[in-house]
């Protein structure tokens, strides 16, 4: 019985650990979530301009921006400012400043998705500019410069 539960802890503790992510893997979430942000504010605006027809997707692009939004502040972790990114380290030297960035995003981004489903186009419009506000300012400041 001890033998096993000695293996057992061994096992837990060695798949924990391999499940643990790298530097690397975790700039390459960051990244996957900034194209998902990218895309959904990319799409809105499409579609909220009328250069493209599928008012029935605006919503869905809506949620999953706030819902991304939300991940930003576990983006990035203690050791993952090195390698293939283009997050500057002043990301980690000033991380309360950061923080507020990351918090002016969320709230702009659940205002929009809530704009959206009231339904009410005017505050949509005005709930726009926020988020567009929102990451230029965060990437003008955190983002290496392309």
Sequence with gaps: MCRSLT?????????????????EDAIKYRQAVMTTLAGNVSAINLIFSGKVEHQDALLG???ALAAA???????????SGTGKT???PLI?????RFQKAIETGRTATAALRDAVRSGDRAATARALKP???ACKGCHDRYQKPE
């Design 7 to 23: 293996l057992a802890t061994i096992l837990l503790l060695t798949t924990t650990l391999a499940g643990a992510a790298t530097p």
């Design 86 to 88: 283009d997050a500057l």
């Design 92 to 96: 980690w030297e000033e991380p309360e």
């Design 69 to 79: 939004a939300g991940r930003l502040g576990s983006l990035f972790p203690a050791g």
């Design 131 to 133: 988020v567009f506000d």
């Design 61 to 63: 692009h809506a949620e």
